[in-house]
């Protein structure tokens, strides 16, 4: 409803701006919102999985050399080249005949030792610690004196892997039944 000296241009231009302020509104509000959501789910999944394949690491490092690894660069290295991990991951159930690869493939199907290094979402790395705990002993003569402290230091009966960006951990360094338990799990 046009007033008689209003142009058209006029009415015509409100309406553009009205309808580019509808589209912006509803992208603000509906599209980028659930686009954020997809991407935080896709990172919190593809995180755990990581987590995952380096527990699985772990657990193969400590076969191997009867401790933990607080080194994430050796793990890897250890990933890539040791016969046991390889072994591991050709490895058949003996009672079902399936396979019992520990190791989960990553969101693109792929086993990317690589990527274990950081995170999907900050490219920060891992943190990864193990416990370190020193007994002390003390050896006492006959007639009660201390003869000696004896003191035992072990490294690596425990470990913790942490995501930074919050998506979870993996065991602890302070409870046992906790060893290879994630947060998620």
Not at 35 to 44: A, N
């Amino acid at each position: 409803m046009q007033s008689k000296g209003e142009p058209w241009y006029l009415h015509a231009g409100l309406y553009a701006v009205i309808l580019i302020l509808v589209y912006l509104l509803i992208r603000v509000a509906i599209i980028e919102p659930q686009e954020i959501m997809e991407k935080e789910q896709y990172y919190k999944a593809e995180s755990r999985l990581r987590m995952s394949n380096l527990r699985e690491g772990e657990k193969l490092w400590q076969a191997q050399f009867g401790k933990f690894t607080d080194k994430l660069d050796s793990l890897i290295i250890f990933l890539k080249s040791s016969p046991s991990v390889e072994k591991a991951m050709n490895s058949v159930d003996s009672i079902t005949g399936r396979p019992a690869n520990p190791f989960v493939k990553l969101t693109d199907g792929n086993y990317s030792w690589d990527s274990l290094l950081h995170t999907p979402k900050s490219h920060l790395p891992y943190t990864l610690k193990v416990d370190t705990s020193t007994n002390y002993d003390t050896v006492i003569s006959r007639r009660g004196k201390i003869v000696r402290i004896d003191s035992t230091i072990k490294v690596g009966s425990r470990y913790l892997i942490e995501d930074p960006d919050g998506y979870g951990k993996i065991g602890d360094l302070y409870n046992e039944a906790l060893k290879n338990t994630a947060s998620w799990e």
